[in-house]
């Protein structure tokens, strides 16, 4: 049989995009669809495209997750991720990961590093000083946008449901030319979640 033609899908995020946001999120959806499908082009694997693409937005501000996330109750980040090959169905996720760039690459290796499917809080960050995933201070992934809608949650008139509609898991999907799928995804949850809260994000089969 002759190779396939690779492909990537790759989303910013369901729910609204207001006006003044629609550009950069665009934008920064073109962006990591492209680098995830370099990879393709290049020979890489259907994993190496979708945690590249999905790294792309963690580091993009205008995605809810990596440095754009939301912040939880006590204006902190708070992030989930999970990847999954589907050659072998094994999988690797992370949840309620702080001061990380990248959740997705910690994901990854656990996958690909432990006999663990999920790891969370304290345990994911042990093992990523282990994996010598650099630590960053946590206030560098706190976004001026994320801030003041933390606190306006805080106020007592607030909804926090509304800020909710305009949030959204970032992801990917990939076949490589070998035909072998994956994905990816990546969240910064839910805006004033309590601390400690574990998304369907990270669970395999909830989300």
Known sequence: LGRMKPVIVVHGGAGRIFKEREEGCRAGVVRAALQGYGVLKQGGSAVDAVEEAVRSMEDDPHFNAGCGSVLNEKGEVEMDAIIMDGKNLDSGAVSAVKCVANPIKLARLVM??????????????????????????????????????????????????????????????????????????STGGLSNKLIGRVGDTACIGMG
């Open 112 to 185: 690909e590093k432990t006999k663990h499917m999920l790891l969370t809080d304290h345990g994911a960050h042990l093992f990523a000083q282990a994996m010598d995933i650099p630590e960053i201070p946590g206030e560098k992934l706190i976004t001026e946008r994320s801030l003041a809608r933390w606190k306006k949650n805080l106020e007592p008139d607030s909804n926090p449901e509304e800020f909710q509609k305009d949030l959204g898991t970032v992801g990917a999907v990939a076949i490589d030319s070998e035909g072998n799928v994956a994905c990816a995804t």
